[in-house]
């Protein structure tokens, strides 16, 4: 019903910086919010940023360095990422709560991923 598809990743050396993109197209009939995951190989998923009704939030380890922001008539979600450090390596996952329909449950989705390799 709805996909999600990121673009953006890449390989950048410390320091440096990358922006990702997710747009999602489908049935939407309205998202409620978008954000973004990263997983390591053997770690949990984890939390990288979020918005939601004009609010943002982000993980410690990525506050002050990344910045979420919206496109919401492209429903599309970007993720500024600046003084990337070895441990921003990951795989990073966009993902939306969305609802297809009015009075419809509104389920969360996810992207396929796009990979992020910071190395010098």
């Known amino acids: 019903q709805v996909q999600l598809v990121e673009s953006g990743g890449g390989l950048v050396q410390p320091g440096g910086s990358l922006r990702l993109s997710c747009a999602a197209s489908?049935?939407?009939?309205?998202?409620?919010?978008m954000g973004w995951y990263r997983q390591v190989p053997g770690k949990q998923r984890e939390l990288v940023a979020t918005s939601s009704g004009g609010s943002t939030d982000y993980a410690d380890s990525v506050e002050g360095r990344f910045t979420i922001s919206r496109d919401n008539d492209k429903n599309t979600v970007y993720l500024e990422m600046n003084s990337l450090k070895l441990e921003d390596t990951a795989a990073y996952y966009c993902?939306?709560?969305?609802?297809?329909?009015?009075?419809?449950?509104?389920?969360?989705?996810w992207g396929q991923g796009t990979r992020v390799t910071v190395s010098s």
């Open positions: 993902t939306a709560i969305v609802g297809t329909a009015p009075g419809i449950a509104r389920y969360r989705y």
């Open positions: 489908g049935s939407i009939f309205k998202i409620d919010s």
